[in-house]
């Protein structure tokens, strides 16, 4: 689902200032991830960052041997309630 029909999901649900809930809403995710806090969405799932090491890699077009870096990314659980429903 993309931002727009997200907000439009909102206003045909009758949330007037739906663009700006959706942006205060990725605002708050945003900053408690870049925090390392948990963020628990009750009834879809969990998202938390993961710290991933530093790599050796290819290339896949020239084969060429690299250095990946160390990084942060986020991970997703999905709730049962999800998982429920998509089984």
Do not use: W
Request: aromatic share 2%.
């Amino acid at each position: 689902m993309t931002k727009k029909a997200m907000i439009d999901e909102m206003k045909n649900a009758g949330i007037e200032k739906s663009e700006e809930v959706y942006e205060l809403m990725m605002n708050i995710i945003s900053t408690k991830l870049q925090n390392d806090e948990e963020v628990t969405l009750n009834g879809i799932g969990k998202l938390k960052t993961k710290s991933k090491n530093a790599r050796k890699g290819i290339n896949p077009k020239t084969g060429e041997k690299i250095d990946i870096p160390a990084k942060r990314a986020v991970a997703f659980t999905s709730s049962k309630a999800i998982k429920e429903v998509l089984n």
